[in-house]
T-cell receptor, first 109, second 115 residues
């Protein structure tokens, strides 16, 4: 099956700093999503981005499908950005996503 | 819309007991999935469904059964609970939009402790 690797596993930032999270995947996919799990456990979809670049406020994501990686950029981080960021990929099968192990982000005031 | 709802929020079981985790969505989504989340292991897919009457296994299906008799509901059954099934269980739903985009929406999760 498809392998998904995320890096770094942990990241500590000061408020206002920028960061880049990486997701590598082992095979071609046509579905790639980024999620944020807040400290209360809720999972929120950030981006659907199997290829190309998208931006939403301080967050943006880029997927280079031919090289099998995706990047999530967080600019001017805030304490509310803390939590775990997951990358998940899929291939032609609705509802079936393979998740990476996540990057745990802690933003300090 | 209530989105994706899960009940119960928390459950304690003894080894060998059975139970059903409920999941419902009111968004008319065709796809639904069950994941489990263990510390340090991310989310792993248990079972998924691409429509009413159609289910399939994910990465870790052993010990779990599912059925999908309606579009709205996708219950997960533990037939004989084991301590290894202690986890947080998430249900998700999604649909494929006209531009082929598919976004998953997650329920709040059920924390299960098996003693």
């Amino acid at each position: 099956g498809i392998q998904v690797e995320q890096s770094p596993p942990d990241l500590i930032l000061q408020e206002g700093a920028n960061s880049t999270l990486r997701c590598n995947f082992s095979d071609s996919v046509n579905n790639l999503q980024w999620f944020h799990q807040n400290p209360w456990g809720q999972l929120i979809n950030l981006f659907y981005i199997p290829s190309g670049t998208k931006q939403n406020g301080r967050l943006s994501a880029t997927t280079v499908a031919t090289e099998r990686y995706s990047l999530l950029y967080i600019s001017s981080s805030q304490t509310t950005d803390s939590g775990v960021y997951f990358c998940a990929v899929g291939r032609n099968q609705g509802g079936k996503l393979i998740f990476g192990q996540g990057t745990e982000l802690s933003v300090k005031p | 819309n209530a989105g994706v709802t899960q009940t119960p929020k928390f459950q304690v079981l003894k080894t060998g007991q059975s139970m059903t985790l409920q999941c419902a969505q009111d968004m008319n989504h065709e796809y639904m999935s069950w994941y489990r989340q263990d510390p340090g292991m991310g989310l792993r897919l248990i079972h998924y469904s691409v429509g009413a009457g159609i289910t399939d296994q994910g990465e870790v299906p052993n010990g779990y059964n599912v059925s999908r008799s309606t579009t709205e509901d996708f219950p997960l059954r533990l037939l004989s609970a084991a301590p290894s099934q202690t986890s947080v269980y998430f249900c998700a739903s999604s649909y494929r939009a006209g531009d082929n985009q598919e976004t998953q929406y997650f329920g709040p999760g059920t924390r299960l402790l098996v003693l």
